[in-house]
């Protein structure tokens, strides 16, 4: 019952570390998404995969990349972390893209990254 | 452009109590979907009731239901005999069916119950 599933929970950096936060969720979807939700404000699309072998840019993408590895894996990297990244991220999943369809989107827990 | 406006920062009740959250959006497209996500203490987004923008009836699920209005642009979240377990940020999502990738979200509404 584990659904979507991010590591690390909590992550410290230095500026202009890189790092990898991972996701993986086990209800076999086919979209996943990485956020960004910052104090004030609601989370805005960084990254998007529709399917394996496929990623777009949302809203934020700047100083970010995805890969999405297989169908249950979707990874965000920063290259280069700077503190304007300083946030929490959340990965998400829907079953798919469906105009039709509700698309309900299942996040994970969350990543608190603080970038000094 | 599309936005979601939830013009509340913060809300109390009283425990048993009904409360409304206020969400408005603003969209040119026809075919949108509504959403609304609790998110307590620890953190995590949890999903509680979907409207479409074609459905006749306003969703319930559970205690939540929700106060949809078309014509106003409005999908105000209800809790019904409100638990202490309830406070939390509450967001009001937005979804259109053109885009379906794209989630837009309100600032959120913190909602703190009380004995």
């Known amino acids: 019952n584990a659904g979507v599933t991010q590591t690390p929970k909590f992550q410290v950096l230095k500026t202009g570390q890189s790092m990898t936060l991972q996701c993986a969720q086990d209800m076999n979807h086919n979209s996943m998404y990485w956020y960004r939700q910052d104090p004030g404000m609601g989370l805005r699309l960084i990254y998007y995969s529709a399917s394996e072998g496929t990623t777009d840019k949302g809203e934020v993408p700047n100083g970010y990349n995805v890969s999405r590895l297989n169908k249950r894996e979707f990874s965000l990297r920063l290259e280069s972390a700077a503190p304007s990244q300083t946030s929490v991220y959340f990965c998400?999943?829907?079953?798919?893209?469906?105009?039709?369809?509700?698309?309900?989107?299942?996040f994970g827990a969350g990543t608190r990254l603080s970038v000094l | 452009a599309q936005k979601i406006t939830q013009t509340q920062p913060g809300m109390f009740v009283q425990e048993k109590e009904a409360v409304t959250l206020d969400c408005t959006y603003d969209t040119s497209d026809q075919s949108y979907g509504l959403f609304w996500y609790k998110q307590p203490s620890s953190g995590e987004m949890i999903f509680l009731i979907y409207?479409?923008?074609?459905?006749?009836q306003n969703a319930t699920e559970g205690r939540y239901s929700l106060n949809f209005q078309k014509a106003r642009k409005s999908a105000n979240l209800v809790i019904s005999a409100s638990q202490l377990g309830d406070s939390a940020m509450y967001f009001c999502a937005m979804r259109e069916f053109y885009n379906t990738d794209k989630l837009i979200f309100g600032t959120g509404t913190r909602l703190q119950v009380f004995p």
């Open positions: 409207q479409g923008s074609y459905d006749e």
């Open positions: 998400a999943s829907s079953v798919d893209r469906d105009a039709l369809a509700k698309n309900i989107q299942y």
